[in-house]
């Protein structure tokens, strides 16, 4: 997708590698801000 991107706005346009970090940062953003589920941790003897 970000390169297809890139190729529709044109050579000004910022690169596919740009495009592909803000994605990621937009989907990490989003994964903050949902509430963390309780996890309850277990001993574990090796």
């Known amino acids: 997708m970000p390169i297809s991107l890139h190729a529709w706005l044109g ?3 910022p690169s596919p590698e740009s495009w592909f970090h803000q994605q990621a940062n937009y989907d990490l953003w989003q ?5 963390m ?7 574990v003897s090796l």
């Open 31 to 35: 994964a903050q801000q949902k509430p």
């Open 37 to 43: 589920p309780f996890i309850q941790q277990v001993s």
């Open 11 to 13: 050579e000004n346009s």
